[in-house]
């Protein structure tokens, strides 16, 4: 089974913005695969479904970003999954927006939902789809940036972004995570 974890905040005031990004790749996912997300359990939102013969899991934490790994650790251990089948979704300050950089381990880099992830589930090795909203630029705070929407002109690209990355996740069905590394990272 395929565990595919977008990062997010829940609740209506967090929709569409840049944090919760992950959740966004979420949805599209869940309505390209009709997995509805109706399962509530583990401190999280998730829906079940199998693609092209693989069984996948499509999760949102509701836990707020910085404890996202209360959610993920006790949904691997009751599916009795290895991280390995683990990818997880979340916005990077550090690439432009709507550019994707998919990873297999690293430092959470800042990002305090990944240092949850990383305290819970005991390793920085698992796959991760790292997606640009690009820094301020001279204005509001990080904390006001990354909570607010995206501005009109950002759109085009963030949802091209989203696409791009629901066509990882796909391909990371049939192909090894290396693999679809090598096609996205471009």
């Not at 005031?13 to 997300?37: C, S």
């Not at 690439?95 to 589930?121: C, D, E, M, T, V």
Request: charged residues 25%; proline residues 4%; glycine residues 10%.
């Amino acid at each position: 089974m395929k565990v595919f974890v977008g990062l997010g905040n829940p609740g209506r005031q967090y929709e569409e913005t840049r944090h919760n990004i992950g959740f966004m790749v979420i949805d599209e996912l869940a309505d390209k695969w009709n997995i509805p997300l109706t399962q509530s359990k583990f401190k999280g939102i998730f829906g079940q479904g199998t693609i092209n013969g693989e069984k996948v899991l499509l999760v949102k934490p509701l836990t707020y970003m910085n404890l996202s790994g209360e959610c993920v650790r006790p949904l691997l251990d009751f599916y009795k999954l290895d991280v390995e089948d683990l990818v997880v979704i979340y916005d990077d300050l550090d690439l432009p927006a709507g550019k994707l950089r998919l990873r297999q381990k690293g430092s959470a880099g800042g990002h305090n939902g990944i240092k949850s992830l990383i305290q819970h589930l005991g390793t920085q090795n698992f796959n991760r789809i790292r997606m640009g909203i690009d820094r301020p630029k001279n204005g509001p705070s990080i904390s006001d940036y990354v909570l607010g929407k995206f501005h009109a002109e950002e759109r085009p690209a963030i949802d091209d972004s989203v696409k791009k990355a629901a066509e990882a996740c796909k391909e990371n069905l049939s192909k090894e995570f290396l693999q679809v590394m090598n096609t996205f990272n471009q």
